[in-house]
C-alpha cells in the first residue's frame, strides 16, 4: 500500500505536462486522482495527452485515475466534478490547482499592447479558476477538518517571465493561496503555493526545439529543469507531512522543499533551487 492509499485528490489540467506528473506521482502512492482536462480525444489538441490516458496511466502506476471532461472556465463544469467527488468518494484530500490557459504566443517577444486582448484568459483559467477549485474543494474539506490545497506557481511571481498578464496571474495565485491560508487555518486545511522552474512538459519540449535562443534565457535553462512528476512528489511529501499546517499559507521554491524533504527527479537528479537568480518568495506562512 502506498503512502496516500485511501486518500483522494483533485488536479486540474492534468491531460498532460506539470498536471499529468503531478497526477501520476500522488497515484504511485496509492490516491484516487479525479484527472481534470478539456481534451479527451487524442489528437484533437496539438500536443499530445488526453484525461483519459492520464487516468488509465494513473491506475498502471498503483493508484486510480477517474478521468473528467472539464473547462475549468465554465463554472457548472467544476461545481459537477465536486458533486461528483462528494458523491463518489464522500471526501477530499488533495486539490492541485494546476489548470492555466497558456497561449500559443506566451514566449513571443511582443510586448503586451501587440499581443491580443485574449491572453486575458491567462487570468480566467490560472487565477479565478483557482478559487472556483478551492471554494467548492473547501466545503468538502473543511467539515472534516483535513485537506491540502496547493496552487503550482512559479518564480514569475517575483520575476518578470515571457508577459504582463503571465507574471500578473502568478503572482495573484501565490496571494490568493496565502489569504485562502488565514481563512482556512481554524479548520486544519492547508493552502500552499509552490513555485516550478522550468519542468519538461510536452509544450517545453517542443518550443525548446523550435525557438532560438529560448535555452538561453534564465527561466528556461535546459540544465535546470525538473520532470511533471518532481512537484507531484514533493506534493506527496507535503500530504504526509504532520505538521503541514505549520506551512500553510507560504509560497515556497519546489525544489528548497524537495532538499527538506530528501526528494530527488525521477531519475536521482538535485533540481537546484534558482532563488538567488530569479527572485524569492514573498508569502510566508500565516
Not at 232 to 251: H, Q, S
Request: aromatic fraction near 6%; proline fraction near 6%; glycine fraction near 10%.
Amino acid at each position: 500500500m502506498g503512502s496516500l492509499s485511501g486518500r483522494v485528490a483533485v488536479v486540474t489540467g492534468a491531460s498532460r505536462g506539470i498536471g499529468k506528473g503531478i497526477a501520476l506521482a500522488l497515484a504511485e502512492q496509492g490516491a484516487t486522482v479525479y484527472v481534470t482536462g478539456r481534451t479527451v480525444t487524442p489528437g484533437s489538441y496539438p500536443l499530445p495527452g488526453t484525461v483519459g490516458e492520464t487516468a488509465a496511466e494513473c491506475d498502471r502506476r498503483g493508484g486510480k485515475g477517474v478521468a473528467v471532461q472539464v473547462d475549468h472556465g465554465r463554472d457548472e463544469q467544476v461545481a459537477a466534478l465536486f458533486d461528483r467527488v462528494r458523491s463518489e468518494q464522500g471526501r477530499l484530500d488533495i486539490l492541485v490547482n494546476n489548470a492555466f490557459s497558456l497561449p500559443e504566443d506566451l514566449t513571443d517577444p511582443e510586448p503586451f499592447w501587440v499581443k491580443p486582448l485574449s491572453n486575458w484568459e491567462m487570468i480566467d483559467v490560472g487565477v479565478r479558476s483557482n478559487f472556483v477549485a478551492a471554494w467548492h474543494a473547501a466545503k468538502i474539506m473543511a467539515p472534516r477538518r483535513s485537506g491540502l490545497i496547493v496552487a503550482v506557481s512559479g518564480y514569475t511571481g517575483v520575476s518578470y517571465t515571457y508577459g504582463v498578464i503571465f507574471g500578473t496571474a502568478k503572482s495573484a495565485a501565490d496571494r490568493m493561496a496565502r489569504d485562502m491560508a488565514v481563512e482556512l487555518k481554524p479548520h486544519q486545511v492547508a493552502s500552499i503555493s509552490i513555485w516550478q522552474g522550468l519542468t519538461w512538459t510536452e509544450r517545453a519540449e517542443r518550443n525548446l526545439a523550435a525557438i532560438p535562443g529560448l535555452k538561453e534565457q534564465a527561466s528556461t535553462r535546459p540544465e535546470n529543469g525538473c520532470s511533471p512528476e518532481y512537484p507531484g512528489r514533493v506534493i506527496v511529501a507535503l500530504a504526509n507531512d504532520p505538521d503541514v499546517m505549520k506551512r500553510t499559507g507560504g509560497t515556497f521554491i519546489t525544489a528548497e522543499l524537495a532538499q527538506d524533504y530528501g526528494i530527488t527527479d525521477i531519475d536521482g537528479r538535485v533540481i537546484p533551487s534558482l532563488r538567488a537568480t530569479r527572485g524569492e518568495p514573498i508569502w510566508s506562512p500565516v
